[in-house]
T-cell receptor, first 117, second 113 residues
Framework: AQTVTQSQPEMSVQEAETVTLSCTYD???????LFWYKQPPSRQMILVIR??????QNATENRFSVNFQKAAKSFSLKISDSQLGDAAMYFC??????????????FGGGTRVLVKP | DAGVIQSPRHEVTEMGQEVTLRCKPI?????LFWYRQTMMRGLELLIY????????DSGMPEDRFSAKMPNASFSTLKIQPSEPRDSAVYFC???????????FGSGTRLTVV
């Protein structure tokens, strides 16, 4: 079974600075997708960024970027120029590309990001 | 597009009562998922459907939990009888294709007293 591990329960960052969240996963598959979700206090789960395993180029979405290391099974998220609105729980998630049916996500335990003004 | 719609947003019920949570997925999405979120266990997949058919219900904790998807635009998660340990936030999510992440609803916070 696939597992996703986020080793940092909480990270603190100064406003306008950069913070990096770690995620590792375990899989025997070669084709899969990885995601980062943000959950602010409103509890809404918001997709931040996704990465296809077959792509070597790291995904970027505005101030959010990933460092995808397939051999190391590592998928970190970098938040640049941190803003107060970035304060939230962040979840790393994995999904196999090939499924007999369905495409379920497996989530890590989450990292809480605190942004200091 | 109104997104994934869940109701109710909050539910407080007494132990032993039946609870029904509702979800309307995004039109055109063919996969629907029910997750439970607690502090202790994080986000757990309870069950998911593909084209209205239950594919994997191995995450359903026990027989007190049941889920249905009678059509492409509606799903329910029922707990009967409810217990205090069922208190959690229950999320419904839908998706289409393999390229995309899910779109989540706002969740239902269930409190069983």
């Amino acid at each position: 079974a696939q597992t996703v591990t986020q080793s940092q329960p909480e990270m603190s960052v100064q406003e306008a600075e950069t913070v990096t969240l770690s995620c590792t996963y375990d899989t025997s598959e070669s084709d899969y997708y990885l995601f980062w979700y943000k959950q602010p206090p409103s509890r809404q789960m918001i997709l931040v960024i996704r990465q296809e395993a077959y792509k070597q180029q790291n995904a970027t979405e505005n101030r959010f970027s990933v460092n995808f290391q397939k051999a190391a099974k590592s998928f970190s998220l970098k938040i640049s120029d941190s803003q107060l609105g970035d304060a939230a729980m962040y979840f790393c998630a994995y999904r196999r590309e090939r499924q007999a049916a369905g495409n379920k996500l497996t989530f890590g335990g989450g990292t809480r990001v605190l942004v200091k003004p | 597009d109104a997104g994934v719609i869940q109701s109710p947003r909050h539910e407080v019920t007494e132990m032993g009562q039946e609870v029904t949570l509702r979800c309307k997925p995004i039109s055109g999405h063919n996969s629907l998922f029910w997750y439970r979120q607690t502090m202790m266990r994080g986000l757990e997949l309870l069950i998911y459907f593909n084209n209205n058919v239950p594919i994997d219900d191995s995450g359903m904790p026990e027989d007190r939990f049941s889920a249905k998807m009678p059509n492409a635009s509606f799903s329910t998660l029922k707990i009967q009888p409810s217990e205090p340990r069922d208190s959690a936030v229950y999320f419904c999510a839908s998706s289409t294709g393999y390229n995309y992440g899910y779109t989540f609803g706002s969740g239902t916070r269930l409190t069983v007293v």
